[in-house]
Structure formats: structure tokens, C-alpha cells
């Protein structure tokens, strides 16, 4: 498993549970933001990949496509595990040169398991 610093940024927001998200986080290497990742973040933005008002959900997708990660699980089914988004998401990131994650939901990602075994 793996988090990218926009996330440890994320959870170390908000309630009381910030601390506990951040003990996990700490065991996990963390991605780094580098300049392949903004770039994407902005043309997936510009291309209408991802709406201009959620640039930071571009920019998670970006840092996972530009280090190669396979899948991307996330709870947020408004502009990232949605299947009317992924198509325009893939093609963003093949464009740039990049495989893009599979992003799914957690459950999504279980039943994936499930099968296999």
C-alpha cells in the first residue's frame, strides 16, 4: 500500500480522528508530487477530465498516474470512482504518457479479492 503527501496533507485536517489517520499514514511510503503530476492535474482539469472545481481530486489521480500506481481507491464516487468520469480520466492520462489507476471504491477493491481467492 501506498499514500501520496496530498493525502497526509488531507487527513491531517479537520476532527479529532486526524491523529489517528496520520499513525497509519506514517507506515506507508508517500508519493511525492512531482512536476509530471501537476502538469497532468492540469490538463485533466483544462480537458474537462475532472471539474475545474475540484482540481485537488485531478491532482490525486495525477500523482498516482505519474508514479504508475495500479489502482486508486477512493470514497469519493463524485469525480473520481465514477464510471461516467473514468473514460475521459484514462484518456487524459494515456494522452500524457500514463497508465491510468483503476480507481475504485475500497469495497469495489475487496471484491476484486473476493474473486481471486
Do not use: K
Not at 476532527?15 to 499513525?23: F, K
Not at 509530471?36 to 490525486?60: K, S
Amino acid at each position: 500500500m501506498l499514500a501520496s503527501q496530498l493525502v497526509a496533507e488531507e487527513a491531517a485536517h479537520g476532527d479529532i480522528g486526524a491523529a489517528a489517520r496520520l499513525a497509519v499514514l506514517a507506515e506507508l511510503p508517500l508519493l511525492e508530487t512531482n512536476e509530471r503530476a501537476l502538469a497532468l492535474a492540469r490538463t485533466m482539469v483544462r480537458c474537462g477530465a475532472v471539474p475545474a472545481r475540484a482540481p485537488e481530486d485531478a491532482l490525486h489521480i495525477a500523482v498516482a498516474a505519474a508514479h504508475g500506481v495500479e489502482y486508486l481507491v477512493t470514497w469519493n464516487c463524485r469525480h473520481m470512482a465514477n464510471v461516467t468520469m473514468r473514460g475521459r480520466i484514462g484518456a487524459a492520462c494515456r494522452a500524457a504518457g500514463c497508465d491510468p489507476p483503476a480507481i475504485c471504491t475500497p469495497e469495489e477493491l475487496m471484491e476484486v479479492d473476493n474473486d481471486e481467492g
